[in-house]
C-alpha cells in the first residue's frame, strides 16, 4: 500500500470545521466510512456525493486502517 493516498486528504479550519475532508471538497472522510459501514458500494456513495472520484472511497478506507493500527497521521491543518 503506498501513501499517496495521505496527499488526497486535507483539513482546513474553515471547511467543516477542520474535520478531515477528501481534498477540493467538503466531504468528511467519517461520512464515507459512515456510508461503507452501512454497506453502500462505491457507485452508490460517489452518486450521492458528486464531488467525490473514484478512489475517494479507497482513499478514506486507507486511512481508517492507518488509525486502527495506532499510526499518526500527520496533517498540516490550513486555516
Known amino acids: 500500500m503506498t501513501s499517496d493516498w495521505k496527499a ?3 483539513s482546513k479550519v474553515t471547511i467543516c470545521h477542520g474535520k478531515v475532508c477528501i ?3 467538503r ?4 461520512v464515507i466510512l459512515d456510508c461503507v459501514a452501512e454497506g ?3 457507485e ?3 452518486k450521492e456525493y458528486p464531488s467525490l472520484k473514484k478512489g475517494d472511497v479507497s482513499t478514506a478506507l ?3 486502517a492507518s488509525l486502527a493500527r495506532g499510526e499518526t497521521i500527520p496533517l ?3 486555516s
Request: hydrophobic letters at 50%; a neutral charge; proline letters at 0%.
Open 8 to 10: 488526497q486528504i486535507a
Open 23 to 25: 481534498k477540493n471538497t
Open 27 to 30: 466531504v468528511m472522510l467519517s
Open 40 to 42: 453502500m458500494s462505491e
Open 44 to 46: 452508490a456513495i460517489l
Open 62 to 64: 486507507q486511512y481508517a
Open 76 to 78: 498540516r491543518i490550513e
